[in-house]
């Protein structure tokens, strides 16, 4: 299992348009194969950082995932409001494989 944690930076004076944007591919990632840990915006600290994070089963599973997203009409919709609205500064992927599994006391 792969992570995918994305980083934004955002307007911070577009958090809505970035919760609704948020919202939307809380609905797309699923349906197109990811498993969708969340989406994050700033509350405290930081009011320019937000996070993504998705888990895949692998870069070829993500490959695919991204085909079906890019066809999904709720997908194509949120890039083109995430264009029109101009609400992400930067956007970064960093992959990760999970190190500490197994978790907890298995006995």
């Not at 792969?2 to 699923?30: M, V």
């Not at 709720?74 to 190190?99: C, H, I, M, S, V």
Request: proline fraction near 5%; charge should be negative; glycine fraction near 6%.
């Amino acid at each position: 299992m792969l992570t995918c944690i994305i980083r934004y930076h955002i307007d911070p004076t577009k958090r809505a348009e970035f919760e609704e944007y948020s919202r939307n591919w809380g609905q797309a990632i699923p349906r197109c194969g990811a498993d969708l840990i969340g989406y994050y915006s700033p509350h405290e600290g930081s009011s320019t950082l937000a996070y993504g994070i998705y888990n895949v089963a692998s870069l070829a599973d993500y490959e695919a995932y991204r085909a079906r997203l890019a066809a999904d009409p709720l997908g194509r919709e949120n890039y083109e409001f995430a264009q029109k609205e101009r609400f992400l500064l930067r956007e970064d992927r960093t992959w990760l494989k999970l190190a500490s599994a197994p978790h907890g006391d298995s006995a």
